[in-house]
Structure formats: structure tokens, C-alpha cells
């Protein structure tokens, strides 16, 4: 499955929309991370447990995205966005989505 940000792929031609595809999770901080996140931020750096968390949250998102396009027979998926929102303290909501589209090779100049 292709995927992109932009609207198109440069070397297929979209022959069909299919529609908005997304896949979501919502990941709540760990008390022991946290603690860890805290005493780094008093010496600075990467909080490298959150940037791990956030990094499975989008994997997850994108494989749920991927598996509704699927079910929709897409070949790809243009325009993917990510989109984060707070659900309550501690936790977030992480979203992939896009749009499912079929796609043909362009022939070779």
C-alpha cells in the first residue's frame, strides 16, 4: 500500500476515490515514565519514553488506517494527516487519516 501527504503520487494516476480512511488510539502516560520524564526535564533532553510512546501511537494509527483501506480494496492512501487531541489528563487521542484511493502506474517515458 502507497502512501503520501500530498495529493497525488508522481508515478500513478488515482483511477478511483474510495473515501476518508482512519485509524486512532488513545495512549495514557505511565506513572513511572512519568517520574523519569520529570528528572529529565530538570537536567533537559529528549524524553525519550514519551517519544517512544508517541512513535508506537502513530504506528498503530497508520496500520488501523491501512487495514480500513484495505477492507475498501484501496491501493493507496493520499493525503494522510495526523491530528492529536487530549481525551482527559494523562491521556490522548493520536489520528491517522486519509483517503483511500485505487491507483494505475503511469507509463514509463
Do not use: W
Not at 508522481?10 to 517520574?35: C, M, P, Q, S, W
Not at 492512501?77 to 486519509?98: D, H, K, N, W
Amino acid at each position: 500500500m502507497k502512501l503520501t501527504t500530498q495529493d497525488e503520487f508522481a508515478d500513478f494516476y488515482i483511477t478511483e476515490t474510495l473515501g476518508l480512511v482512519r485509524g486512532n488510539t488513545i495512549r495514557a502516560r505511565h506513572i513511572g515514565k512519568d517520574i523519569v520524564a520529570g528528572l529529565r526535564n530538570l537536567v533537559g533532553g529528549e524524553i525519550s519514553e514519551y517519544t517512544k510512546m508517541l512513535a508506537e501511537a502513530r504506528e498503530q494509527s497508520i496500520d488501523r488506517m491501512l487495514d480500513e483501506a484495505r477492507k475498501l480494496g484501496a491501493d493507496g492512501i493520499v493525503c494522510l494527516r495526523f491530528a492529536t487531541s487530549p481525551v482527559m489528563q494523562g491521556a490522548a487521542e493520536l489520528l491517522a487519516y486519509g483517503t483511500a484511493v485505487k491507483l494505475r502506474e503511469k507509463a514509463a517515458s
